[in-house]
């Protein structure tokens, strides 16, 4: 679970295994995989280090690729 910020500032926690896009329209829009669509605060880029950082603490081993299409081993 990682914990983001509603427009309004109010905090909630997400499962983000549950994510399926993020859009910038400019705000970040979250979809998930069951049709839930949720606007966030937070930039791209925040949400991405949250997941990471979950995924790490989680003990979930991956392989991720950055913007540059490097793959980096978790």
């Not at 280090?49 to 991956?62: E, H, N, S």
Request: with cysteine; net charge negative; proline share 1%.
């Amino acid at each position: 679970m990682i914990e983001l910020h509603r427009l309004n500032g109010e905090a909630f926690l997400l499962n983000s295994d549950m994510i399926e896009t993020i859009d910038v329209t400019p705000d970040t829009v979250l979809r998930l995989l069951n049709g839930h669509r949720y606007v966030v605060r937070e930039k791209v880029r925040d949400v991405y280090k949250k997941v990471l950082a979950f995924r790490k603490t989680a003990g979930y081993t991956c392989i991720i690729a950055d913007s540059s299409g490097e793959a980096e081993e978790q």
